[in-house]
């Protein structure tokens, strides 16, 4: 509970001023450049349509992504408890190698959509 706590009391002030900050900084920029240029006021509406718009599909395909990667990291959690909980019988039956592949194919399996992820990102 006291961690919660401690970030209200200090990651949250400084989160909102740097928001502030920087749309204060934004908000100044386009009023120089509307300033100086005022047509790059028609411009401007389009491009933060279009920005709107691909900002909605973004967010809505990183949060499918990251619901997918975590329910393929899920497995690996658990064949790895397993394989902890039950070391002694693996090895007494030589099925060490097998449940290293197994470990190795559902690895594999959640980096797949970790790479997507991260390439929905860049």
Do not use: W
């Amino acid at each position: 509970f006291s961690r919660d706590v401690d970030t209200v009391d200090n990651a949250i002030p400084l989160i909102i001023r740097d928001f502030l900050i920087t749309a204060c900084i934004i908000l100044f920029t386009l009023i120089v450049i509307l300033v100086q240029s005022p047509i790059f006021g028609a411009v401007l509406i389009p491009i933060v349509v279009v920005f709107m718009i691909i900002q909605n599909y973004y967010v809505r395909t990183s949060r499918q992504l990251k619901r997918i990667e975590s329910i393929a990291r899920s497995p690996i959690y658990v064949h790895f408890s397993e394989s902890v909980t039950g070391a002694a019988v693996i090895r007494a039956y030589g099925a060490t190698e097998r449940f290293m592949l197994e470990s190795e194919r559902r690895v594999d399996r959640n980096q797949v959509y970790y790479f997507a992820s991260q390439a929905a990102i860049r």
